[in-house]
């Protein structure tokens, strides 16, 4: 997370930067140039994982008073950016694609392995309940 915070990750955008030659057109909708903005909060494709995340919940990941445990919002958060980082560099070095479902069906998986991993913290427990009522 630190990485993508920083805006460091090697979006075709940055790469661009360094090669002119690059095609910095987004992988996931091939509409806008792709920078770290355009690909976890802009793009149709991106935009359409993040509405699977969060239609259940309502507006959660905003809301500070939300039913929501804060844990399980930053827990979603982090696995739908790992997700669409990880679809973005399948279809640039495997030429395969998913759709925002099975995007969805992956990070279900993720958020619940990571929380089955530390259901003994203090700060997990719970949070099984509360996702699977959502998801």
Same mark, same amino acid.
């Given at each position: 997370?630190?990485?993508?915070? #920083?805006?460091?990750? =090697?979006?075709?955008?940055?790469?661009?930067?360094? @090669? =002119?030659?690059?095609?910095?057109?987004?992988?996931?909708? @091939? $509409?806008?140039? $792709?920078?770290? @903005?355009?690909?976890?909060?802009?793009?149709?494709?991106?935009? #359409?994982?993040?509405?699977?995340?969060?239609? =259940?919940?309502?507006?959660?990941?905003?809301?500070?008073?939300?039913?929501?445990?804060?844990?399980?919002?930053?827990?979603?958060?982090?696995?739908?950016?790992? #997700?669409?980082?990880?679809?973005?560099?399948?279809?640039?070095?495997?030429?395969?694609? &998913?759709? =925002?479902?099975?995007?969805?069906?992956?990070? @279900?998986?993720?958020?619940?392995?990571?929380?089955?991993?530390?259901?003994?913290?203090?700060?997990?427990?719970?949070?099984? #309940? &509360?996702?699977?009522?959502?998801?």
């Amino acid at each position: 997370m630190w990485v993508t915070h #920083q805006d460091r990750l =090697p979006t075709r955008a940055r790469l661009a930067t360094w @090669d =002119p030659g690059i095609d910095a057109s987004c992988l996931l909708c @091939d $509409e806008c140039v $792709e920078t770290r @903005d355009h690909l976890f909060l802009r793009c149709s494709f991106s935009e #359409q994982v993040w509405h699977l995340v969060t239609k =259940p919940f309502g507006d959660w990941l905003s809301s500070s008073d939300s039913t929501c445990p804060t844990t399980l919002r930053r827990l979603a958060a982090h696995a739908t950016i790992y #997700q669409l980082w990880a679809e973005r560099n399948n279809r640039l070095h495997n030429a395969t694609s &998913a759709t =925002p479902q099975r995007i969805f069906k992956n990070l @279900d998986r993720l958020i619940r392995n990571s929380i089955l991993a530390r259901k003994e913290r203090r700060k997990f427990r719970g949070l099984m #309940q &509360a996702w699977l009522k959502h998801a």
